[in-house]
Nanobody, 126 residues
Framework: QLHLVESGGGLVQPGGSLRLSCAAS????????IAWFRQAPGKEREAVSC????????YYADSVKGRFAISRDNDKHTVYLQMNSLKPEDTAVYYC???????????????????WGQGTQVTVSS
Protein backbone atom coordinates (compact mmCIF):
# COMPACT_ATOMS: atom_id res chain seq x y z
CA GLN A 1 0.00 0.00 0.00
CA LEU A 2 1.04 3.57 -0.68
CA HIS A 3 0.99 5.97 2.24
CA LEU A 4 1.95 9.58 2.91
CA VAL A 5 2.07 10.77 6.52
CA GLU A 6 2.53 14.44 7.41
CA SER A 7 3.92 15.72 10.69
CA GLY A 8 5.41 18.86 12.18
CA GLY A 9 2.37 21.08 12.39
CA GLY A 10 1.50 23.11 15.44
CA LEU A 11 0.88 26.53 16.89
CA VAL A 12 3.43 29.24 16.12
CA GLN A 13 3.51 32.99 16.56
CA PRO A 14 3.57 35.32 13.53
CA GLY A 15 7.10 35.59 12.19
CA GLY A 16 7.99 32.14 13.47
CA SER A 17 9.02 28.99 11.62
CA LEU A 18 7.92 25.40 11.27
CA ARG A 19 9.19 22.46 9.28
CA LEU A 20 6.65 19.99 7.99
CA SER A 21 7.60 16.46 7.04
CA CYS A 22 5.90 14.05 4.66
CA ALA A 23 7.03 10.47 5.11
CA ALA A 24 6.33 8.11 2.24
CA SER A 25 5.98 4.35 2.39
CA UNK A 26 5.14 1.77 -0.20
CA UNK A 27 6.77 3.61 -3.11
CA UNK A 28 9.94 5.38 -4.11
CA UNK A 29 9.89 9.16 -4.05
CA UNK A 30 12.31 9.31 -6.96
CA UNK A 31 9.54 8.47 -9.40
CA UNK A 32 6.91 10.94 -8.26
CA UNK A 33 6.18 14.62 -8.18
CA ILE A 34 5.54 15.61 -4.58
CA ALA A 35 3.57 18.66 -3.57
CA TRP A 36 2.27 20.47 -0.53
CA PHE A 37 -1.26 21.85 -0.49
CA ARG A 38 -3.18 23.63 2.24
CA GLN A 39 -6.79 24.23 3.08
CA ALA A 40 -8.11 26.86 5.43
CA PRO A 41 -11.63 26.69 6.89
CA GLY A 42 -14.21 27.72 4.31
CA LYS A 43 -11.66 27.92 1.52
CA GLU A 44 -10.65 25.69 -1.34
CA ARG A 45 -7.53 23.58 -1.18
CA GLU A 46 -4.63 25.48 -2.69
CA ALA A 47 -1.21 24.46 -3.89
CA VAL A 48 1.75 25.69 -1.87
CA SER A 49 4.82 24.06 -3.41
CA CYS A 50 5.93 21.16 -5.58
CA UNK A 51 9.10 19.23 -6.30
CA UNK A 52 9.22 17.73 -9.78
CA UNK A 53 11.02 14.46 -10.25
CA UNK A 54 11.24 14.82 -14.03
CA UNK A 55 13.09 18.13 -14.20
CA UNK A 56 14.25 18.59 -10.62
CA UNK A 57 12.54 21.95 -10.44
CA UNK A 58 10.66 23.40 -7.52
CA TYR A 59 7.49 25.44 -7.76
CA TYR A 60 5.89 27.82 -5.27
CA ALA A 61 2.68 29.73 -4.93
CA ASP A 62 3.22 33.48 -5.11
CA SER A 63 1.92 33.84 -1.55
CA VAL A 64 4.79 31.77 -0.10
CA LYS A 65 7.72 32.59 -2.43
CA GLY A 66 10.77 33.64 -0.47
CA ARG A 67 9.33 32.29 2.80
CA PHE A 68 8.80 28.55 2.19
CA ALA A 69 11.24 25.98 0.83
CA ILE A 70 10.53 22.42 -0.30
CA SER A 71 13.18 19.73 -0.14
CA ARG A 72 13.40 15.97 -0.21
CA ASP A 73 15.59 13.26 1.24
CA ASN A 74 15.23 10.20 -0.97
CA ASP A 75 17.19 8.01 1.44
CA LYS A 76 14.68 8.78 4.19
CA HIS A 77 11.71 8.76 1.78
CA THR A 78 10.70 12.13 3.19
CA VAL A 79 9.75 15.50 1.75
CA TYR A 80 10.02 18.64 3.85
CA LEU A 81 8.41 22.06 3.79
CA GLN A 82 10.40 24.66 5.67
CA MET A 83 8.11 27.57 6.50
CA ASN A 84 9.62 30.84 7.68
CA SER A 85 8.18 34.27 8.44
CA LEU A 86 4.81 32.70 9.03
CA LYS A 87 1.70 34.85 8.84
CA PRO A 88 -1.79 34.35 10.28
CA GLU A 89 -3.04 33.76 6.74
CA ASP A 90 -0.81 30.68 6.52
CA THR A 91 -3.10 29.00 9.04
CA ALA A 92 -4.52 25.86 7.41
CA VAL A 93 -4.37 22.11 7.28
CA TYR A 94 -1.33 21.20 5.19
CA TYR A 95 -1.38 18.10 3.00
CA CYS A 96 1.31 16.40 0.99
CA UNK A 97 0.42 14.71 -2.28
CA UNK A 98 2.14 12.54 -4.85
CA UNK A 99 1.58 12.35 -8.59
CA UNK A 100 2.49 9.46 -10.89
CA UNK A 101 2.99 11.75 -13.87
CA UNK A 102 4.25 15.26 -14.33
CA UNK A 103 3.06 18.39 -16.03
CA UNK A 104 4.52 21.75 -15.12
CA UNK A 105 1.22 23.39 -16.04
CA UNK A 106 -0.71 21.11 -13.68
CA UNK A 107 1.49 21.19 -10.60
CA UNK A 108 -0.97 23.37 -8.69
CA UNK A 109 -4.05 21.35 -9.62
CA UNK A 110 -5.23 19.08 -6.80
CA UNK A 111 -7.00 16.55 -9.11
CA UNK A 112 -3.65 15.88 -10.80
CA UNK A 113 -2.37 14.11 -7.69
CA UNK A 114 -2.94 10.43 -7.05
CA UNK A 115 -2.09 10.01 -3.36
CA TRP A 116 -2.71 12.22 -0.35
CA GLY A 117 -1.73 12.28 3.28
CA GLN A 118 -4.14 12.92 6.13
CA GLY A 119 -2.93 16.48 6.79
CA THR A 120 -1.32 18.36 9.65
CA GLN A 121 -2.71 21.53 11.25
CA VAL A 122 -0.65 24.72 11.18
CA THR A 123 -1.93 27.63 13.25
CA VAL A 124 -0.21 31.01 13.18
CA SER A 125 -1.48 33.19 15.98
CA SER A 126 -0.25 35.41 18.79
Amino acid sequence: QLHLVESGGGLVQPGGSLRLSCAASGFTLNYYAIAWFRQAPGKEREAVSCFSTSDGMTYYADSVKGRFAISRDNDKHTVYLQMNSLKPEDTAVYYCAAALTWSSSAWSSAPWYDYWGQGTQVTVSS
